[in-house]
């Protein structure tokens, strides 16, 4: 079936044809291949068609042929290779990216994340660009168009498309498809979908989608049907607070402009830092440096290498954290003195001094998470407190 996977998504290998019933004489100085036959090759044909069909993330249909040569059953099959739009096909009891093969000479290569790009990049258009058929211009909620619209003219309120009609404007976000009938495109549904259309189209959006999400920022794994997935993924959320922050902090909380369905104490709890844009200098001329500078590629590439480290124990080298903290605190406090460190110091030459302004600002990013939850639900603050206890400095 390695085989099957891999003449389906080799690219510009044009698919490729499998036989069973040959055997290659492993005496012979040259490739050569003699009859021994198939045994029961209705139960075999049945066997792989069922397994195409089951095993993949996508039913696969070989075309198979069988051939009487020297009186023995010979069974010729087919494997068509995928569209763009396809592949990557996958064993779906593995994922991605192992569960994916791609045929490199004569033999089978399990795919590796490089590989994907590969597939992807030759994709024509986008996930969000995909159009949902099962929609037309009622699914689209009035009110999200002004929104935007009001949202659109007070960052720039030049803006072209601002004098352009609701369905030009839909049209130049890529968020319908173009005709009599438009339909909504998955970007258009999520950003201009009413209630009932998002429930209807995507019916794990809002409860069942936060449950997944709780689970998988706990212990990183979630569930497809039968089958429980792992993978190491983190998730961001951006978001823009309307108003003024300091009346939001005295009538709510930083929490507040999430959706109604994902004001969660539990699903919050999870997070583990809360970064204030609106503390952040705004980029300056005197920020840029004169010398060299890193490639977005080679910077990426960089950040992926660094994915191979830990660097959460960097606190115990130093300090202490107080016995207030609960688990999910301290998970989150070392995430993040991690993660800063590998920016920072990836070389993993650091001081007492360093891990501590590591540290305080893991502290405060988590404490504010905390703060917003107690006012959400009652939950107790984050301890202020970190108790020294040893130094190699």
Known sequence: METVCSYANEPGLGGGYILLGVEEDENSLFPYYSICGVKDADKVQKDIASQ????????????????????????????????????????KRKGLPKGAFRRIGSTDQSCTEDDLRVFYNAQQG????????????????????DLYRRLRANTKPDAEELVYSDKELLLSLNCITRGNEPKLTICGLLLFGTKAALRRCMPMKEKDGIQIMKGFMANGSFSRGKESINAD?????????????????KTSHLLNPFPKDMIDSAFFDRFHHYLPGWEIPKMRPEYFTNS????????????REMRKHNFSDAINQFFRLGKDLN????????????????????????TKNDIRLCLEYALVGRRRIKE??????????????????KSFA
Request: charged share 25%; net charge negative.
């Open 52 to 91: 195409c069909a089951d095993s993949f993330n996508i039913p696969v249909r070989p075309i198979i042929e069988t051939e009487m040569v020297n009186d023995k059953v010979v069974i010729k099959i087919y494997i068509n290779e995928l569209s763009p739009e396809q592949k990557p096909l996958f064993f």
């Open 126 to 145: 986008s996930f969000d660009a995909t159009v949902l058929n099962d929609t037309d211009w009622n699914d689209i909620d009035e009110s999200a168009i």
């Open 233 to 249: 993924a983190s998730m961001v959320f951006v978001g823009n607070i309307n108003g003024s922050i300091e009346n939001l902090v």
């Open 292 to 303: 060299y500078g890193f490639i977005s590629d080679y910077y990426a590439e960089c950040l």
């Open 327 to 350: 688990q999910r605190d301290t998970i989150a406090v070392k995430r993040t003195v991690s993660g800063l460190v590998k920016l920072l110091f990836p070389d993993g030459k650091y």
């Open 372 to 389: 917003q939850l107690k006012k959400i639900g009652g939950m107790n603050t984050l301890p202020r407190r970190i108790i020294e206890i």
